[in-house]
């Protein structure tokens, strides 16, 4: 961390006091019945105090679902183009706010000021592509099998709508699912990660601006057991969707089945680049080191194994370990810096024992290996950027979900090994091949059983226009963003219309040819 980048993070802590936030419920800012508030810090200096956060209770959540259930029928009654247009008004406000939001961003969770302001762009795009789809939401149109009577699906919204998001991507997570929520007619409540509570906070403000009726939109800070736990038992709440850790999900999934709630689940990934013998391998170094590092590993997508033909093995390790090695770490708001911390100690601590559980099971650290501890980063979760090599595709640093700045690279022999290798694990979110070899580019991209595929490119990249999702322990079926988000939060009713005049009874009064 430079001087510079030190002073000008003082001025800007010293232009905006750490302040009380209330939860948005109903159109007012209100503070929680507990009476309680919590504090979030910023992972690269524990001493900023990014501000105090409601620590609400159920009946906290239980306003908040009253009042996007009174919200829901004048809502859902809104012509789906009116209700873009408060979307629309959203994606501007984001533009317009678009480095500001960033710069919280990063104090919530380190990141480094590019990704954040990704991550207002990715809410931006999202707000667009949900507003384009009220002039959309396009239906079914088909014959009947009968005369004189007409046949329609149309997309029905759901209700409330229980989102619990998380902290690695505050708000673009938000926006894929409150967008395509709001756009099929359904009211929102929102419990953000504690971790990065101010995000949403700034999501709803721009409702708040944008005029967005009250109660379709509240937010509702807290804890999981004391927020998102009545949340998913709340019979008013009709559709969940969560992103975060497999086993929380599963949990999810148990508490929605009673009241057969719709849940969309999107979990853990241990997700893999290929990179075969014909590679570019310096534009593979390039692709693992932005997959494995970017958000500092912290992503669902991070590329956290490096599958590499033996042929280019060496060379492949000797240039990403060297790459690693010199990515500077530090507060995220520094220009000069590269990778952020951790979001906080836990998760730290969680990387610190991969790192040691890798060098007791084998694996070669060749490149980082240790957290930072000294000098500028006392105050902060860093860690270095990590490589290790002579990985087996069974050691659980190859088979477990790490979420930080560590990837695995394993040897292969063939593109099948690869692939085996690839799939052989519970996940099924990102993967991604590099090679000029356009069959085996298809091969793979056929056989990688994920539901994120990409050719000579990372394992992260999604863009909000296509499903975003995965396989096995990462989803439940469904996906989100893209169209896919739209079938999360919208179900279908069929509609029939005799004109006929006389009783035309299905699949009985049909002539035969
Ligand atoms: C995540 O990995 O948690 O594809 C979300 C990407 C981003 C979204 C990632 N657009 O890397």
Known sequence: MSATATTSFAQERALREPREYSNYIDGEWVKSSSGKVFENRNPANEDDLVGTFQESNEDDLNAAVDAAHRAYDAWRLTPAPK??????????ILKRDKEKIAREMTREMGKVLDETKGDVQEAIDMAFLAAGEGRRLFGVTTPSELSNKFNMAVRMPLGVAGLITPWNFPIAIPAWK??????????????PASLTPLSVIMLAEAFEEAGLPKG?????TGGGREV????????????ISFTGSTQVGRDISVACAPSFKHVHLEMGGKNVIMVMDDADVDLAVDG???GAFGTAGQRCTAASRIV????????????LAGRAKKLRVGNGLDANVDMGPNVSASQLKTVESYVQIGKDEGATCVAGGSALRDGDYAKGFFHQPTVFADVKRDMRIAQEEIFGPVTAVIPCDSLEDAIAIGNGVRYGLSSSIYTRDINKAFAAMRDMYTGIFYVNAPTIGAEVHLPFGGTKETGNGHREAGVAGIDVFSEWK????????????????TEDI
């Open 308 to 319: 590499v033909h033996k042929k280019v093995y060496e060379q492949f390790v000797d240039k």
């Open 494 to 509: 069929s509609i029939y219309v005799d004109y006929s005049g006389s009783l035309q009874r299905a699949q009985i009064d």
């Open 178 to 191: 409150g967008m395509a929520a709001l756009i099929c007619g359904n009211t929102v409540v929102i419990k």
């Open 228 to 239: 998102g736990d009545p949340m998913t038992r709340h019979e008013k709440v009709k559709v």
């Open 83 to 92: 209700r873009a247009e408060y979307l629309y008004r959203v994606g501007d």
């Open 216 to 220: 379709v939109w509240n937010v509702v």
């Open 288 to 290: 693992a080191l932005w």
